[in-house]
């Protein structure tokens, strides 16, 4: 019996607690509420925010989206990241995604020598090249700058070896 007394305290203090912070939340839930804020995402909402967190870019996904299905569809893009670069990295997987359903090859150019990054390849096989926060060798002729750290190289202006 002696129990008894102590349980229906501790019910009563959690419900008091409960209380008070159900009465807490109430306006800040009912401001919410009536401001709209639980509205369906836009479109590619995740990937904006990634790229313009580690790329410096406003509306990147529907500007690399766009870009990619300009180029040829049966040739294969690539894309040069930094070696051991994470936010490189992290904005390959990103263009790669938005890149959907065409599969991007990476290739990872060390810091430095991002000049010769895609030295020997066929360009005749390739639609394009993608650098993600790498800078632009002398090889490619004109790019599309997508974003402050991106920018695409499509196929017909990349220099082929014997016209250097």
Known sequence: ???????????AFWAAVCLIYIIGSAPRLVKALRADAFNAPAAFHSTDKYL???AGMTDGSRR??????????KK????????EEPVSSFIGMVVAYLAWPREIRFISAATGVTSDAGEG??????SG???CDVSTPS??????QLGPSVSLVPSPTIIEPEAR
Request: with cysteine; hydrophobic share 45%; net charge positive.
């Open 1 to 11: 019996m002696a129990r008894r007394p102590l349980a229906t305290t501790q019910c």
């Open 52 to 54: 313009a967190a580690t």
């Open 64 to 73: 690399i989206g766009d870009a990619l299905t300009l180029l040829p569809d």
């Open 76 to 83: 294969r893009p690539i894309g040069i990241v930094k070696s």
């Open 121 to 126: 390849l066929d360009r005749r096989c390739l």
């Open 129 to 131: 090249v993608v650098f």
């Open 139 to 144: 090889w490619a002729r004109k790019r599309v």
